[in-house]
């Protein structure tokens, strides 16, 4: 992902100079550097400076476009963390760095097609989710401390003006995340916090038309400021104005094909019967 993000860069400068009518070795000369420096740059082989980035724009007439790509420059150094690295203190440090986000944050939009997220999630929950992580990274045990850290962010739900807007994949409803009883608690947690007024609910069902838009990877947007993108290995932090527009986007379309309202609960209750059997 990260080595996606700065060939982006790279393939980008060099758009800039072949537009502007320049060879790679007439910039370098301009720009009075090595003239193996510019072709490095452009293979992502060498990370550019925010300053070699001005040169750049300035020798290639393309001044107006500095400022995106430096922030873009910013973003690839920032962007990609490993779980590893994040957990390495324990889960409960992970918790807590999120939290000053959390706090700032007015607008909260949220797209899960794995889990039911952590404003949402109950105790039985949380632990089951964080055991399973620690047990699968071989973490150091502190899942209680943890469990209560996630649990009191949970404040931002019922505290200040955050607005949530989430939206689940119907099959978020089925997985049995710690086990059955579990599972049903959650459900019926979910009945309940669909009716607080900081929180817009909608389910997308399984029957619903696709063709615009597959399930997408889990993801987060903190007001139009930020969007976190959780993987296997790791979170991706997108701060770019360009790509944030297009979670935006997708979080658009995602709603689009969701349901809200009683036709939500209808399927929340509909997983609770089927986990009743």
């Given at each position: 992902m990260l080595q996606q993000a700065r060939q982006a860069l790279a393939v980008r400068l060099r758009e800039i100079r072949v537009e502007a009518g320049l060879t790679a070795s007439a910039l370098a000369a301009a720009a009075g550097w090595h003239r193996t420096k510019v072709s490095?740059?452009?293979?992502?082989?060498?990370?550019?400076?925010?300053?070699?980035?001005?040169?750049?724009?300035?020798?290639?007439?393309?001044?107006?476009?500095?400022?995106?790509?430096?922030?873009?420059?910013?973003?690839?150094?920032?962007?990609?963390?490993?779980?590893?690295?994040?957990?390495?203190?324990?889960?409960?440090?992970?918790?807590?760095?999120?939290?000053?986000?959390?706090?700032?944050?007015?607008r909260i939009r949220i797209y899960s097609s794995w889990l039911i997220p952590g404003p949402l999630q109950t105790e039985g929950y949380i632990r089951a989710l964080l055991d399973a992580t620690r047990r699968r990274r071989k973490l150091l045990d502190d899942v209680d401390q943890a469990t209560a850290v996630r649990l009191a962010k949970q404040d931002v739900l019922y505290k200040g003006e955050h607005r949530f807007a989430i939206l689940l994949e119907e099959s978020v409803l089925r997985y049995r995340i710690g086990g059955p009883a579990v599972l049903e608690t959650q459900l019926r947690h979910l009945l309940s916090v669909m009716s607080l007024p900081s929180v817009s609910l909608g389910i997308i069902p399984l029957d619903a038309d696709r063709s615009?838009?597959?399930?997408?990877?889990?993801?987060?947007?903190?007001?139009?400021?930020?969007?976190?993108?959780e993987f296997v290995s790791g979170w991706l932090r997108v701060t770019t104005p360009r790509e944030i527009a297009m979670y935006d986007q997708t979080f658009g379309l995602l709603s689009r094909m969701a349901v809200h309202g009683k036709r939500a609960r209808e399927i929340v209750v509909n997983a609770l019967d089927i986990l009743g059997g």
């Open positions: 490095k740059l452009e293979h992502s082989a060498t990370m550019p400076s925010a300053e070699d980035i001005r040169t750049w724009c300035r020798l290639c007439g393309a001044e107006d476009q500095a400022a995106e790509l430096v922030s873009s420059l910013v973003a690839v150094d920032t962007m990609w963390t490993e779980w590893r690295r994040l957990e390495r203190t324990g889960l409960r440090h992970v918790q807590e760095a999120v939290l000053p986000l959390w706090e700032r944050t007015r615009l838009l597959r399930p997408v990877e889990m993801f987060f947007m903190f007001d139009e400021v930020q969007v976190n993108v």
